[in-house]
């Protein structure tokens, strides 16, 4: 079965600072793995996703992510940290079922905290 | 981009009455429809996943009669929450699943609130 890990649940940094948040899979089958941005109250909105392809994939708002299979692991970066990037973001693994894809399941989540 | 409308985004209603919880795809047809459960400072948690015109299946521990979900369309989704209690206040989110295999489009969420 498909499980996502996030390490560390809040993280902070400075304003022009890198971002770098972690993530960690475990999947039966080669993965779809998903970034995801959720704003207080607010669905979540797509980052960026891996489906096999190009290993670094590139998001929207300046963020990528780095597929590293001998690793499990799909951590999100960002050269320079914005004061708007401050969010809760969501690694996501789904499960792919030939014709369609299947659930996802997602990691706990962190909060991303950016200081002046 | 896909779009998947979410209403309403905040419901306060009285223990032991209904609310429902509605979601549309605007713009592509919504084949699957996951609705999760989101509590303060957590993870989504799945709670079924409905195919257009078929049952929907639940993930265990949530209650069934208590969840009510159907979609009639491919573009239509709708969670009834029946006789809400305190601890069914939560967020709730829907996530469609478009045909061509583009993604998940999430709605906006519905912040539910029972009194």
């Known amino acids: 079965a498909q499980s996502v890990t996030q390490l560390g649940s809040h993280v902070s940094v400075s304003e022009g600072a890198l971002v770098l948040l972690r993530c960690n899979y475990s999947s039966s089958v080669p993965p779809y793995l998903f970034w995801y941005v959720q704003y207080p109250n607010q669905g979540l909105q797509l980052l960026l996703k891996y489906t096999s392809a190009a290993t670094l994939v590139k998001g929207i708002n300046g963020f990528e992510a780095e597929f590293k299979k001998s690793e499990t692991s799909f951590h999100l970066t960002k050269p320079s940290a914005h004061m708007s990037d401050a969010a809760e973001y969501f690694c996501?693994?789904?499960?792919?079922?030939?014709?369609?894809?299947?659930?996802?399941?997602f990691g706990r989540g962190t909060q991303l905290t950016v200081w002046p | 981009g896909a779009v998947v409308s979410q209403h309403p985004s905040r419901v306060i209603c009285k223990s032991g009455t209904s609310v429902k919880i509605e979601c549309r795809s605007l713009d592509f047809q919504a084949t699957t429809m996951f609705w999760y459960r989101q509590f303060p400072k957590q993870s989504l948690m799945l709670m079924a996943t409905?195919?257009?015109?078929?049952?929907?299946?639940?993930e265990q521990g949530v209650e069934k009669d208590k969840f009510l979900i159907n979609h009639a369309s491919l573009t239509l989704s709708t969670l009834t929450v029946t006789s809400a209690h305190p601890e069914d206040s939560s967020f709730y989110i829907c996530?469609?699943?478009?045909?061509?295999?583009?993604?998940?489009?999430f709605g906006s969420g519905t912040r539910l609130t029972v009194v």
């Open positions: 996530s469609a699943h478009s045909l061509d295999r583009s993604g998940y489009t």
């Open positions: 409905s195919n257009e015109g078929s049952k929907a299946t639940y």
């Open positions: 996501a693994v789904s499960d792919d079922r030939g014709s369609t894809l299947g659930r996802l399941y």
